[in-house]
Structure formats: structure tokens, C-alpha cells
């Protein structure tokens, strides 16, 4: 089985620092194609249940991450490439990732 999320830390989180909330969408970033339910984003971050539901429930109010389908009972997530959060942290890590080259 493919792994979703590396454990090395990214650029963006090492950048601007390794918290949760910044976890939760660095995991997004990196899988922009793809819809996730939330166990499998807890799964694959190896996050405890009740920090993900904190900061999940702000990005999904801010508008960050959005829902895209529901399959049975799971909704599925992913992140709105149309935000501005979005678009400028994409851009960050683009930057970033060329200098660091």
C-alpha cells in the first residue's frame, strides 16, 4: 500500500513550523487530487482523534478543506484549491522548493 504521508516533514513544515493544524493541510497539499474521509486522514497522520477534530473543524469553517462526496456513511475531503490560503501557501511551497534545489 502506498504511503499518503511521509514521514519526513516537508517544506512548509519546516518553514513555518510542525503543528497540527499545519499537518492537516500539509496532508491535503500534498494529495490536492484525491478525497479523504477523516479516519483516513487521522490514519495516515498518525494523529491523535480529538487534536484532528479540533483544528479539521476550523479549515472545513474556513473553507480551506471542503466537502466533496459522501460514500455510505463517509464524507470525503479535500482541499479547495481556489482559496487564497490555499493558492499562497502552493506558491510558498513552490518558492521554497526552488531555492532550497
Known amino acids: 500500500m502506498e504511503e499518503l504521508y511521509s514521514k519526513e516533514k516537508s517544506i512548509l513544515i519546516r518553514v ?4 497540527p493544524k499545519l499537518r492537516i493541510l500539509d496532508f491535503f497539499l ?41 460514500i455510505g456513511r463517509a464524507v470525503m475531503y479535500k482541499v479547495n484549491e481556489k482559496h487564497p490560503v490555499v493558492v499562497k ?9 526552488q531555492s532550497s534545489s
Open 16 to 19: 513555518l513550523g510542525d503543528n
Open 30 to 70: 500534498d494529495n490536492r487530487f484525491y478525497d479523504f474521509s477523516k479516519q483516513e486522514v487521522i490514519n495516515a497522520l498518525g494523529m491523535n482523534k480529538q487534536t484532528f477534530y479540533k483544528y479539521f473543524g476550523e479549515l472545513v469553517r474556513d473553507g480551506i478543506i471542503v466537502q466533496t462526496r459522501k
Open 89 to 97: 501557501l502552493t506558491e510558498l511551497e513552490f518558492e521554497l522548493s
